[in-house]
């Protein structure tokens, strides 16, 4: 498998389930992160991992708890979570968060994102 | 309060006319600015970028521009081809950190 792989890629949970988001980046990058994208909402930043070690968490929810064991994995557990957490949730990967390409920029390859419902 | 915005939630272009995408963003601190593409069920790609010490980069039909002054970018794609109805996203980033913070997109439609 290539690029970053998301599973699974739609998941329907009540608000007492626990579940788990999975991602898996085959590019040999460093940083790994989440993102949600609500439906007419920008892409809000969840968290983000730079050589397994937690870098950034934008004030997300503790019902929200990322794992990294290694640097191609990401997991996003899930708990108690409510109806307006239903959203698209996508991992991404990148060389490094704070180191910059060439082109000066921090290029993030995105998976297609785990479809999540919360009834 | 969001720091890049689309204004334009959606456009329509016919096939092989030029297509404009616009972006404003309010951070000063902001250097480097990306445009991502989405198709339906599938993750954002990337597009083209460009520094802020640019004001314009071209990628074959892709052409962003970039006015600091006016904290204003644009994604210039010429000829449109159906295949390029897609969300477009522009995304900043800057010091401190390099995070992104990305625009609410931009649904182009073109059509044949």
């Known amino acids: 498998e290539t690029g970053v792989t998301q599973t699974p890629r739609h998941l329907v949970m009540g608000m007492t389930n626990k579940k788990s988001l999975k991602c898996e980046q085959h590019?040999?990058?460093?940083?790994m992160y989440w993102y949600k994208q609500s439906a007419k909402k920008p892409l809000e930043l969840m968290f983000v991992?730079?050589?397994?070690?937690?870098?950034e968490n934008n004030s997300v929810p503790s019902r929200f708890s990322p794992e990294c064991p290694n640097s191609s994995h990401l997991f996003l557990h899930l708990h108690t979570l409510q109806p307006e957490d239903s959203a698209l949730y996508l991992c991404?990967?990148?060389?490094?968060?704070?180191?910059?390409?060439?082109?000066?920029?921090?290029?993030?390859?995105f998976g297609a994102g785990s479809r999540l419902t919360v009834l | 309060d969001q720091q890049v915005k689309q204004n334009s939630p959606s456009l329509s272009v016919q096939e092989g006319r030029i297509s404009i995408l616009n972006c404003d963003y309010t951070?000063?601190?902001?250097?480097?600015f990306l445009w991502y593409k989405k198709y339906p069920a599938e993750g954002p790609t990337f597009l083209i970028s460009?520094?802020?010490?640019?004001d314009k980069n071209e990628d074959g039909r892709f052409t962003v521009f970039l006015n600091k002054s006016a904290k204003h970018l644009s994604l210039h794609i010429v000829p449109s081809q159906p295949g390029d109805s897609a969300v477009y996203f522009c995304?900043?980033?800057?010091?401190?950190?390099?995070?992104?913070?990305f625009g609410g997109g931009t649904r182009l439609m073109v059509k044949p």
């Open positions: 991404a990967s990148s060389q490094d968060d704070r180191v910059r390409l060439f082109s000066g920029a921090n290029v993030l390859t």
């Open positions: 590019l040999g990058h460093n940083a």
């Open positions: 991992y730079n050589f397994k070690e937690q870098t």
């Open positions: 951070n000063s601190m902001f250097d480097y």
């Open positions: 460009i520094s802020s010490i640019k």
């Open positions: 995304a900043a980033s800057g010091a401190p950190g390099n995070m992104l913070t």
